[in-house]
């Protein structure tokens, strides 16, 4: 997991995954996506130079992880009273679940 955005999906939240995408890794040298026609769209707005594909062959591991991260997050099961809709309290509950995960895989 590189980078992170809560909020709805549209263009603005296509053009901040790119962003914090970019600023995590720098040089990205190919963009896929999912059919939404939303990442298209933004990275036409601002002019993105880097080659974009709209395949699913290449994102089943990103919808593999969200299926992860919904299994092992009760917050993010809407049927559990646990569901938390402010975005405050989404950010912690991730960066929580990424840091465990990340000081367990270096042992």
Do not use: W
Not at 19 to 33: D, E
Not at 93 to 103: D, V, Y
């Amino acid at each position: 997991m590189i980078a992170y955005h809560i909020g709805d999906k549209g263009v603005r939240r296509a053009i901040a995954i790119y962003q914090l995408a970019k600023q995590a890794v720098g040089n990205i040298s190919h963009i896929y996506t999912d059919a939404n026609s939303c990442y298209r769209l933004a990275f036409e707005r601002h002019d993105v130079s880097e080659p974009h594909t709209e395949t699913k062959a290449q994102t089943h591991l990103i919808e593999a992880s969200n299926s992860s991260i919904r299994d092992n997050l009760a917050r993010f099961n809407r049927r559990s009273k646990r569901f938390s809709k402010t975005h405050h309290m989404l950010d912690i509950t991730l960066n929580l679940f990424f840091n465990r995960h990340l000081i367990t895989s270096q042992t």
